[in-house]
């Protein structure tokens, strides 16, 4: 993992076109655009291919052909780039749903469904799937994925769909932002396998669950058979990518 040593220090304002890190004067990149590009292209691809725990810092400063020092002016850690990596996707993700709850043509059960089902699309959750660590083992990016539910998705997205559903009469809820939440923590957290070793028997009871809970709001079968199917397939990819202890040392 390696670099942890070396400190990026900033000029705090009127910055020259120089960095300090271990003490050396670095010339600023005249394309840090591309030099971003480059970093999060090549982590994302090893942490696609590898995983984030066996993916090192070191490994994605050889595939770039970048200097450490290059690196350390754009991020300060491994788990730095992860995060950049993250919210590269999550924008992209955000685009597509964001195309779901504003099309006019559905009423709000339509949307939600549509929404839920986006949200499975394998090749997009085939790289989350594959690059994250189990969140019960790292309380950072539980605690981020928490606060994306609570500050973007839930009232982004979900809180919109369920507000029209009351007003087209296709959800009944009189409580549409608690009801957001609620179905966003239960299935990113509970239900989703990367929070925790979970095999597929688990998968498809909680899901089962999951659907009888909120079927009195009138969103029924929001999981789908396909959907339960794509969950179960995914907890074994992330079993298979968990790194044994020898690995994690």
Known sequence: MGLDGGRLV???CNRPAVCLWEGKCLARNKY???TVQKILDTAER??????????SLQDIIQATGL????????????EDIFYSVCDRIGRR???????IRDDDRLNGLDKL???????????RQAKMFCMMPYLLDNAKFLAAEMQSIFAEVAPDFVEPILRQGMADGS?????PKELAEAMMLLSDIWINPIVRPSSPEEIRARCALYNQLFSGFG???LIDQEMVETLTHYAEMARSQTPSPQEKQ
């Open 67 to 78: 200097s450490k020092g290059a690196i350390y002016h754009h991020f300060t850690s491994k």
């Open 171 to 175: 959800i009944c809820t009189d409580c």
């Open 113 to 123: 469904r549509n929404m839920f089902k986006a949200s499975m699309h394998p090749e």
């Open 46 to 55: 090893l942490f696609i291919e590898e995983g984030y725990d066996r993916a």
């Open 219 to 221: 969103v029924s079968g």
């Open 32 to 34: 840090p655009e591309e």
């Open 93 to 99: 993700n955000a685009e597509i749903l964001a195309k």
């Open 10 to 12: 900033w000029y705090s």
